[in-house]
């Protein structure tokens, strides 16, 4: 049987279960500003649930979300105190769980309109460097322009001088049906594949998407790469389809009824039969879905 690594699941809507102060524009930085302590809980909660690997809660830790002015006086000391969270989390529940530090999309969630490259390396900086002591790997996730994960990988290269691995997760156009998996911005998959292989990534996922989308573009994955030594991955949100004038930091998506824990896994184990190696959940994907992924999917 093939190993299957199981991530966590969605923070934001776990945190809102639990009672932290969640709201737009700040979204899950809300609770790492007031209240730290719920955010392990929802670690540990993942940990107990089976993920093998956590994501750091430093995902709204940019202006699109907190603003300019916050994101230049608490930037680094959040997401600094987002990497602490995750590790205690797994030093206190005694398993090999690894964390993963989460670099989001620097201009906002399915946001390719808003994407600045040349003030990547100014926004991405403190995220990295604030994270890089407690964290085992680099997500970079939800990311919908190919530029974006090439920069930050340079970024990364030059502080992390462990050479942890660089993961990358690309949402996927869902709003209407395409000839080919595309990017949020229109770009190709095909073409996201190649230049992430060419960087020297160490895994390449399909994240924030509708489940339906993901196994196109993890069977083209799987065909660009050919076996290489590059793991592949997926994990899908539970929202309905996103119109592409979505803006994700005005509302509160409703989240769909039809993904439960067993549905969910169905897509999973297509997903692994697609190529798949590593499996979680995004946004209203919780504990009690990560739970039947890990009993179900691991020996």
Partial sequence: MTDITILDGGMGRELERRGAPFKQPEWSALAMMETPDIVKDVHKAYIASGARVITSNSYALVPFHIGEEIFKTRAYELAKLAGKMAREATDESRTHTKVAASIPPIFGSYRADLYQAERVEELATPLIKAQNDYVDIWLCETQSV???????????????TEHKPFWVAFTLEDAEPTEEP?????????????????IGVNAILFNCSQPEIIGEAIKLTKAILQNKAIQIGAYANAFPPQPKNATANESLNALRQDLTPPAYLQWAQQWIQDGATIIGGCCGIGPEHIRVLANELTS
């Fill in 146 to 160: 190919i530029d974006e994960p090439t920069k930050i990988k340079a970024i990364v290269d030059k502080i992390d």
């Fill in 182 to 198: 595309l990017l949020r911005s229109g770009e190709r998959v095909v073409e996201a594949v190649k230049a992430m292989e060419v």
